[in-house]
């Protein structure tokens, strides 16, 4: 087929001569947010997952919370099953939640930014069947909803890797397909994370998920070929990396916010004119 541009002449026409136009100053006017099929404006969502537990989705997902809270949206996270809790004024608490809360803009009650939070530091099904609760997909769509509602951007940290089981017939996997947000896998850098990654990005792709971006975290900082690493993964991965966050000697939002960038991603929002 030929395209539309393409003459029948073998010898291309010389191009018209375009009058000399002055090419405008750019504007400090804010661009314009992008917008939806239906005119509302886009929101930024984002289901973080993980090579494996202890890696450092928290900290990626806390950098992207601060990032969004800087561009002046409304942003919250979501930790939907945390297992590892304890009392505190009257209250249960979990790091992972708590991390998020602060770095977050959008303060909801815990009970609907983790609908199953759960006491025991085990994997989820185990640490659910001790308070005899069966950890169902429903309130977290629910609770995910209400939140979306009160918020431009909405960051879930899901729980350990990607396919951790929550009952015999719902796992992790099955929870982000559900909610059907683009995913952000956070690659834990230690020897092995390669196949861990690969195969996690099989698992995403399997279920029809957009793979928005990867994160290169140093969760081992003696590594030795890190950056050969890195370089075998941007290779393999089809979706482009978003930032490599070295060990930080103070591991805190704003720190690993330094080193993340996804401004290009679809919902983002646009800081042009803002501080
Ligand atoms: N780049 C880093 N520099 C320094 N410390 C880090 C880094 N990444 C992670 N850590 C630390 O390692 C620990 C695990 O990180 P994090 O809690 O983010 O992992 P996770 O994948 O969310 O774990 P979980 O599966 O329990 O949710 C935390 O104490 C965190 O502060
Ligand atoms: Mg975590």
Redesign the pocket.
Known sequence: MKNLNETDDPIAAPPPVLPEVELDEPTLEPELEARTNDGAPMRFTCFVT?T??????????SAILHKLVASGVRACGMKPVAAGAELRDGELHN??ADMLFKAGNVHLPSSITTPYMLREPAAPHIAAALENVTIESAPIIAAFAEIQAASDAVVV?G??GFRVPFNDNFDSADLAAQLNLPVIL?V?MRLGCISHALLTVEAIVARGLVLAGWVA???DPDMSFEQENIEALAQRIPAPLLGR?????T?TAAA?AEFIDLAGLPGWPSTRGKS
């Open positions: 993980g494996d537990t202890e890696i450092g989705k928290t900290l990626v997902s790091d992972d940290e729980v350990g956070v834990g975290n140093t969760a966050v070295p060990r930080l000697q591991p690993a």
